[in-house]
């Protein structure tokens, strides 16, 4: 430990004289330090010859620093050691400083243990409460919720986005109809069925090209995004079947509860919720601002692949949608507002891929 080096190396401080108790008597001398002790032995001593005075940092008393008036250090059986070498009291006194602030810190471990111990104590009980209870009372929050809290949350959401950065859609109705009738072949296809799922149609704004999916299962697709697809269409449905996979896997309410926390959870379950967390639970602001999961957003991927394989759609369309909206924004994936939420955009495109093959190789076998 670094209080042992130190202690095993003596350091030469300055030069002066001493005087012993109660004399007049100047004996010429250099003054050590080693470790938090302070040493005095004559100029010139010999190995073994005894020091002239010992004392500890912490216990000599060393006079102020006035213009060039010589410095005393005086030790605690009366003699008194005498330098005009002020920068080297200087170092002693720095030494004695950073000495006791190692005091300090040891004084807190031998006085205080029981204070220290439950600091950690509370720390790790956070950490844990973060890691291992909040995920639980997640899941928990998720069965108990009644239906409609999710629908409250969306109708709420939706019209605040409204109200803000969306604006009505100006797409060609013919391209609306294509949208929606594969829309609907997806969503029968899905957990909830047809009645399950809405699309909503708007422009983005601000948002850009977006698609996102409220708990309700109330799913929103931007202009901007169409426009980005061009004639392929299924690059579309494929984007809204990755976030119908969100709904199923309802993980816009895991992610709205999660940003609740501990407390705002254990108030819902409680079924107290006040008016505060219902204003968060339906600001439409603070849910856009969360973003899913690298897992979810791996898992509503693949339920892409599922969803567009079974209703006899490509498969891969998804991934061609990740190049086409690098391409069309001309940005990499983590600058633009779709892709902040998600990340490792090849490493999803090869996921999606293998996906698709595994997909087609089930359809093949069941023929
Ligand atoms: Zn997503």
């Known amino acids: 430990m670094a209080s042992d080096a130190r202690a095993s190396s003596p350091e030469r401080i300055a030069e002066g004289v001493w005087h012993p108790p109660r004399s007049s008597e100047a004996i010429k001398a250099e003054i050590w330090v080693q470790g938090d002790s302070v040493i005095v032995r004559r100029t010139g001593a010999g190995a073994g010859e005894a020091a002239l005075a010992l004392g500890f ?65 509370v720390f790790l009980l956070a950490t844990a409460i973060y890691r291992f209870a909040l995920p639980a009372l997640v899941e928990v929050a998720v069965l108990v919720t009644p239906d409609v809290v999710p629908q409250a949350m969306s109708v709420g959401t939706l019209k605040s986005l409204d109200a803000t950065v969306l604006k009505p ?65 299924d690059m579309v449905l494929a984007v809204l079947a990755h976030e119908i996979g969100h709904v199923d896997k309802k993980h816009s309410l895991r992610q709205i509860y999660r940003a609740a926390g501990t407390a705002g959870l254990i108030m819902l379950i409680a079924g107290d919720v006040g008016s505060a967390a219902q204003d968060v639970l339906t600001n439409g602001a603070a849910l856009l601002s969360l973003s899913y999961s690298r897992e979810a957003e791996s898992e509503a991927d693949h339920y892409s692949v599922f969803l567009m394989t079974k209703s006899g759609r490509d498969p891969l369309a998804l991934a061609r949608f990740f190049t086409a909206l690098q391409e069309k924004l001309n940005v990499g994936p983590e600058e633009t507002s779709m892709f902040d939420t998600h990340p490792g955009m090849p490493d999803r495109q090869k996921m999606i891929e293998q996906w698709a093959r595994e997909a087609k190789e089930a359809k093949a076998e069941t023929k």
């Not at 997806?186 to 996102?212: H, K, M, Q, V, W």
């Open 57 to 121: 940092l912490s216990t000599i008393e060393v006079s102020s620093r006035v213009g060039n008036v010589p410095r005393r250090i005086a030790f605690s059986n009366g003699s008194l050691f005498e330098t005009p070498d002020n920068a080297g009291i200087d170092l002693l006194l720095q030494k004695r400083g950073s000495n006791q602030a190692g005091l300090f810190v040891h004084g807190l471990e031998r006085f205080h243990p029981r204070l220290i111990v439950f600091v950690v104590a």
């Open 169 to 233: 859609s100006q797409l060609p109705e013919a391209k609306r109809r294509a949208i929606e009738a594969g829309f609907s072949e997806l969503a029968r296809r899905a957990d909830r069925g047809t009645g399950g799922y809405s699309l909503n149609f708007r422009e983005g704004g601000a948002i850009g090209p977006n698609a996102f999916a409220l708990p309700s299962g109330t799913i929103i697709l931007t202009d901007e995004l169409v426009d980005v697809a061009g004639d392929d269409t």
